[in-house]
């Protein structure tokens, strides 16, 4: 189990993002078409408070629960260590970086650094990663098939880019998929607040720079994801193994022929599973349900923290009190009158008050106001705080 910061700890928001345009015209001109490099989008000095000292995020690389890797560069090529971590360098050697995955799933306070980024749709929002480096620390030059904004949170950071290509190659037997050429176009150092967005297939390498009065190189990569077809399709069939849609006719052959042959696939039962195989095709209706079971699944390392269920009246009581907050690993989406959280679908409608939850990921003590035991929105909530899907209090301050 990984390390927490208390639920109770509260560290105000530290601003809204600076793209140097508005969110509209970002979307227009630069998302998933070419690099955008923003000076200050934050306040330096707010996101390293935010994200704390590099020692006690590397401390989480020590611990199960989170994923984490050292990697290393030496004469003898590259080395990556999968955690947790029992021995991380010291700040001051050079030639290694530690990556921490999913950071926002066990750091709420990074949690709202991803608010930040919410004029993108929460089906793509993926999660926050940070690494923390030595001098000259980095992974290569490589490429993602995500979207993703570079955050300089601490020290400095040289990012060097190039377009996407469909020569690129990548060096073979070395446990990172790097490329075996990079040519950059264009290069830049990033400071505490400065932020680099990348769209899909950019090649790009950052090298740290040496340890200093801005402190030691950490860097926050807000992460996109965009689902493969392969992938989806992959859920879908596992979804439908259990319990496929549809009738579920068996073949039948009555008078067949005897046959001289008996290794070769008759043609009527090639025809007929044929024609099954082109038949497994979703309703509007199962569809919608496994897209947003799918794009509201949690990653596989996220757990939530059961709480005893409280009883009908007081728990009314409460939420007309005090309001709730979704846990920030809880995904909450919806489509239509549907709504999804954490991979299901909400046994109630996607209403107005279900929605706003959804969108600010809270309902105050007024959007509860006039809630009434007899509406099935207050069991689901009662039901998802027993399950640790949500808690008590539109605040941070207020989480039970």
Not at 103 to 117: H, M, T
């Amino acid at each position: 189990m990984p390390p927490r910061l208390s639920e109770h700890s509260h560290v105000p928001l530290f601003g809204t993002l600076n793209l140097g345009m508005s969110p509209q015209a970002f979307t227009k001109k630069h998302w998933q078409r070419k690099p955008l490099l923003v000076r200050q989008a934050f306040s330096g000095s707010a996101l390293q408070t935010r994200f704390g000292a590099a020692p006690d995020l590397l401390q989480l690389a020590r611990a199960d629960g989170i994923e984490s890797r050292l990697i290393q560069q030496s004469s003898r090529g590259w080395k990556v260590t999968h955690g947790p971590l029992e021995h991380i360098p010291s700040l001051r050697t050079a030639r290694w970086t530690v990556l921490l995955q999913g950071l926002d799933l066990v750091w709420p306070q990074a949690r709202d650094v991803l608010e930040a980024f919410r004029f993108l749709p929460d089906a793509r929002l993926d999660d926050v990663m940070v690494s923390v480096a030595g001098p000259q620390g980095g992974v290569g030059a490589h490429l993602d098939s995500y979207d993703v904004f570079l955050l300089q949170v601490s020290g400095e950071r040289h990012w060097s880019i190039a377009p996407p290509s469909p020569h690129h190659q990548f060096i073979p037997e070395v446990p990172l998929k790097l490329l075996a050429e990079f040519h950059p176009t264009e290069q830049w150092t990033l400071l505490p607040g400065d932020m680099l967005y990348l769209p899909p297939g950019w090649a790009h390498n950052g090298v740290a720079g040496a340890t200093g009065g801005a402190g030691p190189c950490m860097t926050a990569s807000i992460g996109f994801r965009a689902p493969s077809r392969h992938e989806f399709l992959n859920y879908a069939l596992q979804r439908w193994a259990d319990d496929l849609p549809g009738p579920d006719p068996r073949f039948a052959d009555p008078g067949r022929a005897a046959t001289a042959k008996p290794a070769q696939i008759p043609s009527d039962l090639d025809a007929a599973l044929e024609h099954w195989l082109r038949q497994l095709k979703a309703d509007r209706r199962t569809a919608q349900q496994l897209i947003g079971e799918f794009l509201s699944e949690p990653k596989p390392v996220v757990w939530f923290e059961s709480q005893p269920l409280l009883a009908p009246g007081p728990w009314l009581k409460t939420l007309r009190k005090q309001g709730v907050r979704l846990d920030p690993q809880s995904r909450a989406l919806y489509s239509g009158d549907k709504l999804f959280i954490n991979g299901e679908a909400a046994p109630l409608k996607a209403d107005r008050i279900m929605r706003r939850l959804a969108d600010q990921r809270f309902l105050t003590a007024e959007d509860c106001a006039s809630l009434d035991d007899s509406m099935p929105i207050v069991g689901a909530l009662r039901q998802w705080h027993g399950l640790g899907w949500l808690h008590i209090g539109a605040t941070i301050e207020g989480l039970s």
